[in-house]
């Protein structure tokens, strides 16, 4: 039976800050790091979403966390298909960018290439450190099911081969019951972990909350909030949502049989409103005594 880490999406969120979680004395970012690695042993870095993160960084996030305590990074949005600024491109890319297509997804192999390569050796120094434990590709809700979205993904495994990457899929019919057996089965072909997700069921865009293991090593669910505002409203009204007792004990039953079939579970708030995400983390962890500090 594998083991379960709860934390949450992002610990230096402005809402989180100024909601008051971090005491007085711990809100630097040294501290705010070393505050929440006592307190939960994962947590989702998404500033590397939008600019390329850098080995100092990493360096840094080794050197303040304790040995055990792991780093979900999010992908550069370059390279899971989302539309992406020039400025956060290094200096140096920006010309290739510009003359590129409109698609990102059409973006430049080459141009991909290096991002990746430049993406990766900033995380060198977390990996080497044993701090980090996947990478999230979170991709866009237009990435549908299809032959031309396949190959995108081959190239994007090709891209990342030896890396531990866990794939979210915003578009819902990756998981609908009729195409839920080919995305295992791509996935687990490419070696890639399919992440769970908890949102709201009411919703044409709404992703079912199923649960694959499509690699062994470690299972990913992320908690989005019930929001309707899912998809239209702004970042707050997407992810408002405080997590009753009830809604998080939904998932107790399929969080323990992910259990039974990865080594590692991580369980991830994503609710990013005030301190929303962090008291779920913590009901959570109370509803499953085996996780782990």
Known sequence: MGGIAVGVCGWTDPALVRSGWYPAGSRGAEGRLRYYAERFPVVEADATYYALPSARNSELWAARTPAGFRFDVKAFSL????????AAL????????????RNPRDA?????????????????PLR??????????????????????????????????????????RHPDWWR?????????????LGMAAVAVDMTQTLP????PVTPVTSPGTAVVRFHGRSEAWGTGSKEDRYRHAYTTAELTEWIPRIRSLTHRADTVHVLFNNCCGDAAVRAAETMRGLLPETGR
């Open 128 to 169: 080497n450190a044993g701090r980090l434990g996947t990478l999230l590709f979170q991709f866009p809700p237009w990435l549908a099911p299809g032959a031309r979205a396949e190959e995108f993904l081959e190239r994007c495994a090709e891209r990342t081969d030896g890396w531990p990457v866990a794939v979210e899929f």
């Open 79 to 86: 390279l899971t298909g989302h539309p992406t600024r020039a």
């Open 108 to 124: 430049d192999p080459a141009l991909l290439d290096e991002v990746w390569a430049r993406f990766s050796g900033a995380l060198a």
């Open 177 to 189: 019951r009729e195409a839920a057996d080919r995305t295992t089965a791509l996935l687990s072909g």
């Open 90 to 101: 290094p200096a140096d890319l920006r010309p290739a960018f510009a003359r590129g297509p």
């Open 205 to 208: 865009a709404s992703v079912p």
